[in-house]
């Protein structure tokens, strides 16, 4: 396999935490090429199963043939897909894995969270997306980056997860990725929506393109600063994917952002209570992630690496629609309704 690719082993399963020497194989890859493929972390039963559940939640959205409001701002064919909050559709061997963890600490450190949870379905005859990156660099000049203590260019202090429920090949719409892109500077001083498309020198430099292949089972672990865009899948099936995105102990931001112009006030407040995160009114409020009491047990597994799996619960008489307001803060809307849709009455 190639450099990038890894594979849990019998014991590192066995123990629930991999070797110093598998952690530090895939760091370097993670923060040199800006990716790192590991296989073998989720159950296939647990991914089949999954995956049905979202083949099916792509079929009420395909009920209405005009396109999603992100497929408009993207791409067409590539969807933003809320994943089911409630049992028995919140697994253990991925909201709580240990293996998964561990590597989330050793790629961000002590204090990791989690703050994204969502679907990346890639459809049939969709499109191309515009080359981009997911995320800003956290500090904009080397001074400032120096001061913080940190590197020049600075670590990232989010990372992507990114699931395949089923083999994702070149076929089925692999995402195109150019490595080592994260580490391009000039991007910092880029204002706000500025893409690399319009930079095809840039492209040239990091280029060739490769694809982000990944077996039924496997995590690429993704600095989501790496430039990256979404391909046409031309197989006639849905390519399902799973996007957990967790966020840096540094990081008060609910998207995962470092915020520089904290209290000490405001700062004590987040020590203290966990759940606030800044918000995007510039005020602290419960960040965490929301889903069905159903679900609770899926999280009760013991926390040995000390990522904070971020969630609160809702009971009876709410519920948790996971179509609705998936990219919002808690990436789903509480309702009232036993009656889970993609569409609100009124919605046209």
């Known amino acids: 396999m190639a450099a990038s690719y890894f594979e849990i082993t019998e014991q590192e399963r066995a123990s629930g935490a991999l070797t110093n020497q598998s952690l530090g194989n895939i760091r370097d890859s993670f923060e040199t090429k800006g ?40 791409g067409i064919g590539h969807l933003q897909l809320g994943l089911r909050r409630y049992a028995p559709y919140v697994k253990p061997d991925l909201v709580a894995n240990g293996l998964i963890e561990n590597i989330v ?3 961000l450190g002590a204090g990791a969270w989690l703050g994204f949870y969502n679907g990346n379905v890639n459809c049939p005859g969709s499109g191309y997306q515009p080359l981009h990156f997911d995320r800003p660099y956290s500090w904009k000049t080397q001074e400032q980056a120096i001061a913080a203590g940190k590197s020049w260019p600075p670590p990232t202090t989010t990372l992507s997860c990114s699931l395949a429920l089923s083999d994702i090949t070149e076929t089925t719409g692999a995402t195109e990725i150019y490595p080592g892109s994260q580490l391009e500077t000039v991007v910092a001083s880029w204002k706000a929506g500025e893409r690399p498309e319009n ?68 700062l ?40 904070d ?20 803060l808690g990436g789903a809307r509480v309702v009232t309704s036993d009656h889970i849709t993609p569409y609100l009455p009124g919605d046209t």
């Open 105 to 107: 600490s050793s790629l």
């Open 268 to 307: 004590r407040r987040c020590k203290e209570d966990p759940s606030l995160r800044v918000l995007d009114n510039g005020e602290l409020g419960d960040g965490r992630l929301i889903f069905d009491d159903s679900g609770r047990s899926a999280f009760e597994s013991v926390n040995r690496h000390g990522v």
């Open 35 to 74: 990716f790192a493929v590991v296989g073998g972390l989720v159950s296939l039963q647990s991914c089949e199963y999954l995956s049905q559940a979202i083949v099916e939640d792509v079929a009420l959205i395909r009920a209405r043939e005009q396109p999603t409001p992100h497929e408009k701002h993207t």
């Open 199 to 266: 930079h095809p020198d840039l492209i040239e430099q990091w280029g060739p393109a490769s694809r982000m292949t990944i077996p039924a089972g496997g995590i690429c672990f993704r600095d989501p600063r790496m430039w990256h865009r979404g391909v046409p899948n031309l197989s006639e099936l849905a390519r399902p994917m799973i996007a957990l995105t967790y966020h840096s102990g540094l990081a008060k931001h609910w998207r995962g952002l470092v915020v520089a112009n904290m209290t000490d006030d405001e």
């Open 309 to 328: 799996r971020n969630v609160r619960f809702v009971t009876d008489p709410y519920r948790v629609n996971h179509f609705l307001d998936a990219h919002a």
